[in-house]
C-alpha cells in the first residue's frame, strides 16, 4: 500500500478504547528503536489499511500488528510480536507461547470486556505535537 513507511511496524488499535491507548502510551515509551507507527482502526487510513490487508472489520476490533509488504498479526501472536520489540523487563512476555487458541482466548476475553472495565472515549485520542510524528 502506497504511502505507509516501509521500515515500520504499524500498529492498528481501537482509537476509542481507554486500555488500547493505555497500551499505546505504553508502547510509545518503551519503542527505544523507533520501530512503531500507529493507526487507529476508525480512522480513514485505519480502514484503507485493513481493506488493503483483507482484513474484516466485523471480526476483529482490536490491535493488529501489520509489518507492510510482508504480513499481518492480530490477538496475541501481535501483542506478542509488539512486546518482543520493547525496551523493558515486558518483553519476556514475548518468550511465552500465548499464542494460538489459549492465548486467543484469554486475549478475546479481555478484548470483550475491555469497554466494561476500563471505559471509553467519545472519539480518538489526539497526539500531542511530541507524539504526532508515531502516528500515521
Do not use: P, R, Y
Given at each position: 500500500m502506497e504511502g505507509l513507511p516501509?521500515?515500520?511496524?504499524?500498529i492498528?488499535?481501537?482509537?476509542?478504547?481507554?486500555?488500547?491507548?493505555?497500551?499505546?502510551?505504553?508502547?510509545?515509551?518503551?519503542?527505544?528503536?523507533d520501530i512503531f507507527r500507529f493507526v487507529?482502526?476508525?480512522?480513514?487510513?485505519?480502514?484503507k489499511i485493513l481493506k488493503h490487508i483483507g482484513v474484516d472489520t466485523s471480526k476483529v476490533d482490536s490491535i493488529i500488528l501489520y509489518e507492510p509488504g510482508i504480513a499481518y498479526y492480530y490477538k496475541a501472536e501481535a501483542a506478542m510480536l509488539i512486546a518482543k520489540e520493547l525496551s523493558s523487563w515486558h518483553r519476556i512476555i514475548s518468550y511465552f507461547s500465548f499464542t494460538g487458541n489459549f492465548g486467543n482466548f484469554i486475549y478475546d476475553y479481555i478484548s470483550k470486556n475491555r469497554y466494561k472495565w476500563y471505559g471509553k472515549k467519545d472519539e480518538c485520542m489526539i497526539p500531542t505535537p511530541e507524539l504526532k510524528a508515531k502516528f500515521l
Open positions: 516501509l521500515d515500520k511496524k504499524i492498528l488499535f481501537d482509537g476509542v478504547c481507554n486500555l488500547c491507548d493505555s497500551s499505546v502510551q505504553f508502547i510509545i515509551k518503551h519503542d527505544k528503536k487507529a482502526l476508525q480512522s480513514e487510513l485505519g480502514e
